[in-house]
T-cell receptor
Framework: NAGVTQTPKFRVLKTGQSMTLLCAQDMNHEYMYWYRQDPGMGLRLIHYSVGEGTTAKGEVPDGYNVSRLKKQNFLLGLESAAPSQTSVYFC????????????????FGPGTRLTVL | KQEVTQIPAALSVPEGENLVLNCSFTDSAIYNLQWFRQDPGKGLTSLLLIQSSQREQTSGRLNASLDKSSGRSTLYIAASQPGDSATYLCAVFASARQLTFGSGTQLTVLP
């Protein structure tokens, strides 16, 4: 039982390049999330998904796209990377709570450290 | 907009001391509050989740309390150990349907 895994662990991009971050979970969780963590700012939600085939915007969605084609995977894409997207990216997953749309305990992956030059 | 504040930003204590970490939030209409631990260069580990209907949760040496009306939560760590050194984050889930995080308290327990 690996929990939440993220690929890759580190990546350096040049401005304008594109890339996809992969998140996988083996806990059969319905909900999945992508966050970014910047120094002194805590974690901020980029996009999330409440089930296969559904996605929604979080607090800071601009410049990112996501897809949830399979329940266990959640992909985060950067179409044209910018230096402002230099950050640590975390994926998380959770079961839904008894209250519809409300997050239950979230489990996090180890993170991807992205640098955009 | 929900805002979560954690004070102090950093705390250093000698081993064996009991300590309290503070978290405050501006919108009291929350569904739940979660405390996490983050080790340097690592992901977040969930410590405790308190539902809005609960007053506290305990796990081993950790006890988290929630006072929704005053917008406050505390994480109590008993008999601290050097292995407790990490950054502790609190996060609330409220009407915006998103977890809002504080920026954390960096704890150092000195041997």
């Amino acid at each position: 039982n690996a929990g939440v895994t993220q690929t890759p662990k580190f990546r350096v991009l040049k401005t304008g390049q594109s890339m996809t971050l992969l998140c996988a979970q083996d806990m059969n969780h319905e909900y999945m999330y992508w966050y970014r963590q910047d120094p002194g700012m805590g974690l901020r939600l980029i996009h999330y998904s409440v089930g296969e085939g559904t996605t929604a915007k979080g607090e800071v969605p601009d410049g990112y796209n996501v897809s949830r084609l399979k329940k266990q995977n959640f992909l985060l894409g950067l179409e044209s990377a910018a230096p402002s997207q230099t950050s640590v990216y975390f994926c998380a997953s959770s079961r839904p709570s008894p209250v519809p749309g409300v997050s239950n305990e979230q489990f996090f992956g180890p993170g991807t450290r992205l640098t955009v030059l | 907009k929900q805002e979560v504040t954690q004070i102090p930003a950093a705390l250093s204590v000698p081993e064996g001391e009991n300590l309290v970490l503070n978290c405050s939030f501006t919108d009291s209409a929350i569904y739940n509050l979660q405390w996490f631990r983050q080790d340097p260069g690592k992901g977040l580990t969930s410590l405790l989740l308190i539902q809005s209907s609960q007053r506290e949760q305990t796990s081993g040496r950790l006890n988290a309390s929630l006072d929704k009306s005053s917008g406050r939560s505390t994480l109590y760590i008993a008999a601290s150990q050097p292995g407790d050194s990490a950054t502790y984050l609190c996060a609330v889930f409220a009407s915006a349907r998103q977890l809002t995080f504080g920026s954390g308290t960096q704890l150092t327990v000195l041997p």
